[in-house]
């Protein structure tokens, strides 16, 4: 055996095998040996046939490889293995690690050639390696999988990462994005208002923005973008993403327009309800009204043409009479006052809403009561009498529902809106709670679709045991020259 190398040699903490210029193993370091787990060199060399039954070598992509690709093998022929890196299997014991080979042979005085393989445990950068590798395919993959595009820069704008919605939405290559600048993408008001909350970003931590995303083709689409501050390295980045909400802004048009017709039918069926009202409420003044008062003014003369001998039945029988009559006009007058309400068109909405007030005050129980003033100029006819039909029916809801013992309407008037308001001390109701059929809740979705149709506003505010309040507000024209 040839004389051992010096304590250089014994003392590194790479492994080292040396070959004699007969091909022979000569020697292992002690690294070696702890490496591949041998008690000293002799017992290596003299395992040496053992090595195949021992130990399994492998690329780090899976590939068994046979003996004569050892790197040990390749060195005796010769050959120069530089930093290959392979996966070594140990059958007993077992393990698994991960080294990194380099040797090739040495000529020296004499021109004899000894061989050098150097073995080099890199298992645990590997595995750091690898494991970093994996992480990192993993964001790629999670950050191209994103539904929307996905955008990565710093303070100067510099693009740093992006998906591949980004590059496919925009129509640029990578190379040219890395290129551009964030607002390269965008035109006009968009950019401005794009840049703006760039700059909120990186002011306050995070902001997001609608606008048009411009592709290299010249086409757009309506995004939402998100953009928060994170720190790399120290330095300012933005960090975000685009999700094309094109659609989402189709349909809201599409919703805004139906709900404009849709409230614009609603308020024509009412002004077609309210015309008819006020026929049928005119047909009835004009001509029920006037046969009951002829007839009234009939059996007046009858009774006072009666003959002092007119036997007591007959008397009675025609008081009775006209007392029915009395009756059935009061009914009609009520009837007429439910179609149109009187005085509304000469006298305007708050005395209207006093002689209701009044008449649903004498047919209950509630102390009922009105204030405020007269809108001037005068409200358009279809908001005054949206306005009194929301009263109607939220007086007709308390006095059926809310066992409340009084109540009070209010109508006023601001620089910008008119305010009516309706309050009770009753019972209240959860105002979140499913409305239940001939309840309270029921009549304010009729009040909601008179407000809606004037364009007003309604806000209930109701709760167990605390009363009710309705709030209209119908917006108010500031008088030029104010």
Request: proline share 5%; with cysteine.
């Given at each position: 055996?040839?004389?051992a190398?010096?304590?250089?040699?014994?003392?590194?903490?790479?492994?080292?095998?040396?070959?004699?210029?007969?091909?022979?193993?000569?020697?292992?370091?002690?690294?070696?040996?702890?490496?591949?787990?041998?008690?000293?060199?002799?017992?290596?060399?003299?395992?040496?046939?053992?090595?195949?039954?021992?130990?399994?070598?492998?690329?780090?992509?899976?590939?068994?490889?046979?003996?004569?690709?050892?790197?040990?093998?390749?060195?005796?022929?010769?050959?120069?293995?530089?930093?290959?890196?392979?996966?070594v299997?140990?059958?007993?014991?077992?393990?698994?690690?991960?080294?990194?080979?380099?040797?090739?042979?040495?000529?020296?005085?004499?021109?004899?050639?000894?061989?050098?393989?150097?073995?080099?445990?890199?298992?645990?950068?590997?595995q750091?390696?690898?494991?970093?590798?994996?992480?990192?395919?993993?964001?790629?993959a999670?950050?191209?999988?994103?539904?929307?595009?996905?955008?990565?820069?710093?303070?100067q704008?510099?693009?740093?990462?992006?998906?591949?919605?980004?590059?496919?939405?925009?129509g640029?290559?990578?190379?040219?994005?890395?290129?551009?600048?964030?607002?390269?993408?965008?035109?006009?008001?968009?950019?401005?208002?794009?840049?703006?909350?760039?700059?909120?970003?990186?002011?306050?931590?995070?902001?997001?923005?609608?606008?048009?995303?411009?592709?290299?083709?010249?086409?757009s689409?309506?995004?939402?973008?998100?953009?928060?501050?994170?720190?790399?390295?120290?330095?300012?980045?933005?960090?975000?993403?685009?999700?094309?909400?094109?659609?989402?802004?189709?349909?809201?048009?599409?919703?805004?327009?139906?709900?404009?017709?849709?409230?614009?039918?609603?308020?024509?069926?009412?002004?077609?309800?309210?015309?008819?009202?006020?026929?049928?409420?005119?047909?009835?003044?004009?001509?029920?009204g006037?046969?009951?008062?002829?007839?009234?003014?009939?059996?007046?003369?009858?009774?006072?043409?009666?003959?002092?001998?007119?036997?007591?039945?007959?008397?009675?029988?025609?008081?009775?009479?006209?007392?029915?009559?009395?009756?059935?006009?009061?009914?009609?007058?009520?009837?007429?006052?439910?179609?149109?309400?009187?005085?509304?068109?000469?006298?305007?909405?708050?005395?209207?809403?006093?002689?209701?007030?009044?008449?649903?005050?004498r047919?209950?129980?509630?102390?009922?009561?009105?204030?405020?003033?007269?809108?001037?100029p005068?409200?358009?006819?279809?908001?005054?009498?949206?306005?009194?039909?929301?009263?109607?029916?939220?007086?007709?809801?308390?006095?059926?529902?809310?066992?409340?013992?009084?109540?009070?309407?209010?109508?006023?008037?601001?620089?910008?809106?008119?305010?009516?308001?309706?309050?009770d001390?009753?019972?209240?109701?959860?105002?979140?709670?499913?409305?239940i059929?001939?309840?309270?809740?029921?009549?304010?979705t009729?009040?909601?679709?008179?407000a809606?149709?004037?364009?007003?506003?309604?806000?209930l505010?109701?709760?167990?045991?605390?009363?009710?309040?309705?709030?209209?507000?119908?917006?108010?024209?500031?008088?030029?020259?104010?």
């Amino acid at each position: 055996m040839a004389r051992a190398p010096g304590t250089v040699v014994e003392h590194l903490s790479e492994g080292l095998l040396i070959v004699d210029p007969a091909d022979q193993l000569i020697y292992w370091n002690p690294a070696a040996l702890k490496i591949y787990g041998f008690a000293s060199s002799s017992e290596a060399i003299r395992r040496l046939p053992e090595l195949p039954e021992i130990f399994e070598l492998s690329t780090l992509d899976g590939r068994i490889l046979p003996l004569d690709e050892w790197p040990l093998a390749r060195v005796l022929r010769g050959e120069t293995v530089d930093d290959l890196e392979l996966r070594v299997h140990c059958r007993a014991p077992v393990w698994t690690r991960i080294f990194r080979y380099s040797g090739s042979r040495v000529h020296y005085a004499g021109h004899r050639a000894l061989g050098f393989l150097t073995v080099n445990d890199v298992t645990e950068r590997k595995q750091t390696e690898l494991e970093l590798e994996r992480v990192n395919r993993l964001n790629i993959a999670m950050i191209d999988s994103l539904p929307g595009v996905f955008y990565f820069y710093d303070r100067q704008g510099q693009m740093l990462r992006w998906n591949r919605n980004f590059a496919a939405a925009s129509g640029y290559s990578d190379q040219e994005i890395s290129r551009m600048h964030p607002l390269d993408f965008f035109r006009g008001e968009d950019r401005e208002r794009v840049a703006r909350e760039i700059r909120t970003v990186f002011e306050q931590g995070e902001s997001s923005v609608e606008a048009a995303f411009i592709a290299k083709d010249g086409s757009s689409r309506c995004y939402l973008f998100t953009g928060k501050r994170i720190a790399m390295g120290g330095v300012d980045c933005l960090v975000g993403m685009g999700i094309d909400i094109a659609t989402r802004k189709t349909a809201e048009a599409a919703t805004e327009q139906y709900a404009r017709r849709l409230q614009a039918t609603s308020h024509r069926l009412l002004t077609v309800q309210e015309s008819e009202r006020r026929t049928l409420a005119r047909e009835l003044h004009d001509a029920v009204g006037q046969e009951l008062t002829a007839l009234s003014l009939n059996l007046t003369i009858i009774d006072g043409a009666l003959p002092p001998a007119t036997p007591p039945k007959i008397c009675e029988r025609l008081d009775d009479s006209q007392e029915l009559l009395e009756e059935t006009t009061r009914h009609l007058r009520n009837i007429m006052t439910e179609l149109r309400p009187p005085g509304l068109d000469e006298l305007g909405l708050l005395a209207a809403l006093q002689e209701h007030v009044s008449q649903v005050a004498r047919r209950s129980e509630i102390a009922l009561s009105v204030s405020g003033v007269e809108p001037q100029p005068r409200l358009a006819p279809s908001e005054e009498i949206a306005l009194f039909r929301i009263v109607q029916e939220a007086l007709n809801n308390i006095v059926k529902h809310s066992r409340a013992g009084a109540a009070a309407v209010s109508l006023r008037q601001h620089s910008d809106r008119v305010e009516l308001t309706i309050t009770d001390n009753g019972v209240g109701f959860d105002t979140a709670a499913k409305p239940i059929m001939g309840g309270y809740g029921m009549g304010t979705t009729t009040m909601r679709e008179r407000a809606d149709a004037i364009g007003a506003t309604l806000q209930l505010l109701s709760a167990p045991g605390a009363g009710t309040r309705i709030v209209v507000e119908l917006s108010w024209p500031v008088p030029a020259g104010q």
